[in-house]
């Protein structure tokens, strides 16, 4: 019976482990632009000396960066770079603690929370109704994902999105440089004073493309579609600036011949 | 003896052809009722626009009349409202197959005409000469521009003429004799010849981009791809040229192998790799940010590219894109700028574009590179709040398309970065950027 209970006892401390001690960093060098976990361990634990005042969501952005750095600066490292490698990540494990259980469970549910020196004890409203809330948590947090990505500078999610729509509707089973050319297209009309200035003037604009018009806007997009919006936005342009295309099997408008050819891709013809 | 299954099958079919009509004639009311709305949309698009023009007319002409430039001020501010206003109902306008950009053009002209007076102090710097006579030359303009709009409204509304037929007249590229598009290709055509404003605007420095090396021909660039993407002999490769559309004249190969699908850009003259793609199905990232930096630094080395510094990295899911520029004497180049992609599932490059870094290195001319300001002097140009945490030299095009030497002030406020420009010679504040890396998701 004794035996048993110990078995019991010791089983239960094994689960209970690895978020009972400080957590370690996994192996990889952190620099800014990443996402994860380990970002996130990175965030508390800046957050718990007080070198973050950022909100813990996993993605090294800018604030992040700042943080690391100050850190860097006062702990006296050689190399004051925001790259948190092997020493600076000693230095903070030495430095703070790390609950990645609970810091993981304030960040799905909890908008304001702050890590400040650890668990906040005094914190009325935690410490009670803890047990309905932790199981209801437990449930939530599986169905979570990241609070937060990275988005390329002057776009959101959901103009990436839309544009991945609208290549997918009009290119797909095009060659993928020919998709990622459709998407440049679109940015380039975003410069361009003859077009509306937002994607979704662009996009939406009578008569600018087909699949708007016939409503294959409305399917949902595949990973390819997407990738190559990503491509576009992040600088790659295979249409050469063009501001235009056609399919040349199917167009009807003679102006639309009179343009300044760049390339064909695919089945497209690109234009200035 | 049927006779009875005879009417029975009569009703059936009675009935049956009632509810059809019925069905059919509801139907019938819907799509009205849809073509109706979609009609009303364009209408009051149309409508708007023929009103801004006249509203725009009548701004000018009372700038010209004016002398105070308290009064000034705020009528340019208006005109430039309604430019971008009239801009918004020209894009909602099923317009776009036929040729209206001389009008969107002019219509920028002035926004940005009207925007660069509103700003600027009239008391210190009122209204030269020239600038009186392109607004005198644009009120001309626009009393034209007006006119024709008025007849063309006058007929749509006398005689009922639809948009929604225009518009299928257009997709299907039948030639249709109505007054509304000839009135309107009219208005292009008057805009056309009309070049009041292009005195005032800079002379648009379209530099000719030179490369150094001899021109190749399509078999010299079968083997440089080949040799560049280590391609064997079974790998298919299509090589095609660019037209007349193309700034510098370009050969486009892509080649699919089993794995990849790769995409490159070659310059006629020279044979530099501008950029490529490499499109496969991406795994798991299994490698970090840090060392797909490697990857790509490793890569560049073996390029020759040389100087060059990273100056952004981000992870989108199983891929990290970097961002390099040139570096010389500690001034970072903006405009020299190469983007890698690295596939953080096998660690490989799976992209590249050194377009703006090969033909902008290539092309600067000498800048006087040494800064007036010291380091400290520029700072006292930033905003107090700004908390600097990083500077450095930087060139940047500023927003007339020139290089300047700036300060680069990397700092926050409130836990936000900014980053700012400072003129290294005269303390202008050339650019505010709020960067912002990340995004929370909506759900």
Redesign the interface.
């Known amino acids: 019976m004794v035996k048993y209970k110990i078995g019991v006892l010791f089983v239960s401390l094994l689960l209970l482990w690895p978020s009972i001690t400080s957590h370690g960093f996994s192996e990889q060098i952190i620099q800014k632009g990443a996402t994860g976990d380990d970002v996130i361990e990175l965030q508390a634990r800046l957050q718990y000396i007080g070198y973050y005042e950022g909100a813990i969501d996993g993605v090294y952005g800018w604030g992040t960066y700042w943080s690391v750095r100050n850190f860097q600066e006062a702990f006296e490292l050689e190399s004051i770079d925001g790259i948190v490698g092997q020493k600076t990540k000693d230095m903070l494990i030495n430095a703070t603690e790390y609950d990645e259980q609970y810091v993981k469970q304030q960040m799905y549910q909890n908008e304001d929370f702050n890590y400040y020196g650890g668990r906040q004890s005094n914190d009325a409203s935690d410490s009670a109704p803890a047990p309905e809330s932790e199981t209801a948590n437990e449930e939530q947090s599986t169905a979570d994902g990241p609070q937060a990505v990275n988005v390329p500078e002057g776009f959101s999610q959901n103009d990436i999105q839309l544009m991945a729509r609208a290549v997918y509707a009009e290119g797909r089973g095009e060659p993928y440089n020919g998709q990622v050319a459709i998407a440049a297209v679109i940015i380039n009309r975003l410069d361009n004073p003859d077009f509306p200035d937002s994607i979704s003037g662009i996009i939406y604009e009578p008569l600018a493309f087909e699949a708007v018009a016939d409503g294959q806007i409305n399917m949902q997009p595949n990973e390819e579609a997407r990738q190559a919006v990503l491509d576009a936005v992040n600088g790659w342009d295979p249409s050469g600036g063009a501001i235009y295309y056609f399919n040349p099997d199917t167009a009807t408008s003679d102006w639309i011949w009179s343009r300044p050819q760049i390339k064909r891709i695919g089945k497209h013809i690109f234009m200035k | 003896m049927f006779g009875w299954l005879r009417w029975v099958i009569y009703i059936i079919l009675i009935i049956g052809m009632i509810g059809s009509i019925v069905w059919g004639y509801q139907e019938q009311q819907d799509k009205n009722a849809l073509l109706i709305k979609a009609e009303n949309n364009?209408q009051r698009a149309f409508h708007d626009l023929t009103y801004r023009m006249d509203q725009l007319n009548e701004k000018i002409s009372t700038v010209l009349a004016m002398n105070a430039p308290n009064n000034i001020s705020p009528q340019m501010a208006d005109v430039w409202k309604i430019t971008s206003e009239a801009?918004?109902d020209v894009?909602?306008?099923?317009?776009?197959?036929?040729?209206f950009?001389e009008t969107?053009?002019l219509l920028?002209q002035v926004g940005d005409f009207a925007y660069d007076v509103s700003i600027r102090n009239l008391s210190d710097e009122p209204l030269n000469e020239q600038e009186l006579e392109a607004l005198s030359q644009l009120q001309d303009e626009s009393n034209k521009i007006k006119r024709q709009l008025r007849t063309v409204q006058n007929q749509v509304l006398s005689d009922g003429i639809r948009w929604m037929d225009i518009?299928a007249s257009?997709?299907?590229?039948e030639t249709r004799d109505d007054n509304v598009l000839k009135g309107l290709k009219q208005v292009e055509e008057q805009v056309g010849q009309f070049n009041g404003l292009d005195q005032l605007s800079q002379p648009n420095m379209n530099q000719s981009i030179t490369l150094d090396g001899d021109d190749i021909n399509k078999s010299d660039v079968e083997t440089i791809v080949r040799d560049y993407f280590e391609l064997n002999d079974q790998a298919e490769l299509t090589v095609?040229?660019?037209?007349?559309?193309?700034?510098i004249p370009?050969y486009?190969a892509?080649f699919e192998t089993d794995e990849v699908?790769g995409?490159s850009?070659v310059t006629q003259k020279g044979g530099h790799v501008l950029?490529y793609?490499l499109?496969r199905e991406l795994g798991e990232a299994s490698?970090?940010?840090?060392?797909g930096?490697n990857v790509a630094e490793e890569l560049l080395a073996d390029l020759d590219f040389e100087q060059i510094e990273m100056v952004?990295?981000?992870?989108?899911d199983q891929?990290?894109?970097y961002?390099f520029v040139h570096v010389h004497d500690n001034i970072y180049y903006y405009p020299d700028?190469i983007?890698v992609?690295v596939a953080l599932d096998e660690g490989d490059v799976i992209?590249l574009?050194a377009?703006e870094f090969i033909l902008n290195e290539r092309n600067r001319e000498q800048l006087s590179l040494e800064p007036e300001l010291t380091e400290d002097e520029a700072l006292g140009y930033i905003h107090d709040q700004l908390d600097e945490?990083l500077t450095r030299l930087a060139v940047i095009e500023n927003e007339e398309g020139e290089e300047v030497l700036t300060y680069e002030v990397?700092g926050?406020i409130d836990?936000?970065?900014y980053r700012v420009f400072i003129n290294a010679n005269d303390g202008f504040e050339e650019r505010v950027d709020r960067?912002?890396?990340?995004?929370?998701?909506?759900q």
């Open positions: 364009y801009k918004a894009a909602q306008l099923p317009l776009s197959l036929m040729p950009s969107k053009q920028n518009e257009m997709v299907t590229n095609t040229e660019t037209g007349d559309g193309s700034d370009i486009n892509s699908h995409y850009e950029s793609l499109n490698i970090s940010l840090n060392e930096m952004e990295s981000i992870q989108y891929v990290g894109v961002e700028e983007r992609k992209g574009t377009r945490q990397l926050t836990g936000t970065t960067l912002k890396q990340s995004e929370e998701v909506y």
